[in-house]
């Protein structure tokens, strides 16, 4: 298969046509790019599976143009999804519900309930508004970094899909928040840039599951697969003095490292390799995975800086965490 990277203007007549046909089609959303299939075709969903490499049992999410829409993918909708949907859609939330019978079971896993998200990318909502509900991954192989630009998803999964819409970077970085509206407490799944403290703000109670509680609920199963394994070593340093301690012990060793760091670190590594990851923390949460392909591809040891707190800064922390499998230091 020839896969062909168009402009999202120029090409979305075509990916509608794609989609309606059964195809695949990669779209940008503001949060990573997704793969796209007509989440009402089983056949359609299943090349999702085959094109990433991914495992059956882990389930999608279900991409919608409108709150209404919602009510056709998930039923008994209960009231705290309006209540959020006010605040934070369209944006990155996805929100866990009683699933539909319209919805095949190879969208959910099998499964009885059903992720739903409103992207906010002026691509994504078209795509959708001009299509339907599109179930959607991040459009990355099974366990690498998820893409934020059109180029990623051709790394990734050229050969293996018929189109990607270009529409630049994503402007958000780390895939949505997903939070289960079906447990007795709204539980976060997985953090996002809409944070358990905004949701908390909002709902009043809200949990949050740690890896291992995920793993051992099988609540949201994608949480229990390293999702990225970087090709050359990763460590996360709590400190600056700890991140350039072990760049030059790796740098005498003959080695070639990598930091990962924000501005403010910039003067402090001097001569030493240095990708940036901005001034705060939106900024390191938009380039921090763009940051981590360049460094596995030009370098051979990735030293990340650590966060620490609550908000932003945690679901940050997670997917670090996770690029890093959770190899910590200082
Ligand atoms: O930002 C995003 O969410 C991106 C863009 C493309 O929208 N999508 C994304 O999809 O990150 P994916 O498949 O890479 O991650 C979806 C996560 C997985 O951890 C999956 O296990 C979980 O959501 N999930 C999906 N359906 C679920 C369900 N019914 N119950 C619990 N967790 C679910
Ligand atoms: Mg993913």
Redesign the pocket.
């Known amino acids: 298969m020839v896969t062909r990277i168009l402009d999202a203007e120029k090409g979305l007549d075509e990916a509608v046509s794609l989609l309606k046909a059964g195809e695949l089609v990669a779209f940008p959303?503001e949060?990573?790019?997704?793969l796209g299939a007509d989440a009402f075709n089983g056949d359609a969903v299943k090349k999702i599976f085959e094109a990433k490499g991914r495992p059956q049992d882990?389930?999608?999410?279900v991409?919608i143009a409108s709150v209404e829409q919602a009510a056709e993918v998930a039923r008994d909708i209960p009231d705290e999804f309006y209540i959020l949907a006010r605040e934070f859609m369209p944006g990155?939330l996805?929100v866990?519900l009683p699933k539909s019978d319209a919805v095949p079971g190879v969208v959910?896993a099998g499964?009885d309930?059903?992720?739903v998200?409103m992207?906010s990318h002026p691509v994504a909502r078209r795509l959708i508004a001009a299509s339907m509900p599109l179930a959607?991954?991040?459009a990355n192989r099974s366990k690498h970094i998820?893409p934020t630009t059109a180029r990623h998803v051709l790394d990734d999964l050229d050969g293996r899909v018929p189109l990607i819409l270009d529409g630049g970077e994503c402007g958000v970085g780390i895939?949505?928040t997903?939070l289960?509206l079906t447990s007795a407490v709204p539980t976060v799944?997985?953090p996002g840039a809409v944070t358990e403290e905004m949701i908390a703000e909002l709902l009043g109670k809200v949990g949050s599951l740690s890896p291992g509680a995920v793993i051992g609920r099988a609540?949201?199963?994608?949480?229990k697969y390293t999702h990225y394994a970087p090709s050359v070593p990763a460590v996360v340093a709590m400190s600056e003095e700890a991140a350039l301690a072990r760049y030059d012990e790796i740098a005498a060793a003959g080695g070639r490292p990598v930091l990962l760091m924000t501005e403010p670190h910039r003067a402090a590594a001097g001569g030493r390799a240095f990708i940036s990851l901005g001034e705060d923390a939106v900024d390191y949460m938009r380039l921090f995975y763009a940051a981590m392909r360049e460094a596995e591809s030009a370098r051979d040891y990735i030293i990340i800086e650590g966060l620490t707190g609550g908000g932003e800064a945690r679901s940050i922390m997670n997917r670090v965490l996770k690029s890093s499998g959770g190899n910590v230091i200082g």
């Open positions: 959303t949060t990573v790019y997704g882990n389930p999608l999410i991409h990155p996805t866990v959910t499964g309930t059903v992720a998200r992207p959607a991954p991040s998820s895939e949505s997903v289960d799944l997985r609540k949201s199963p994608g949480m």
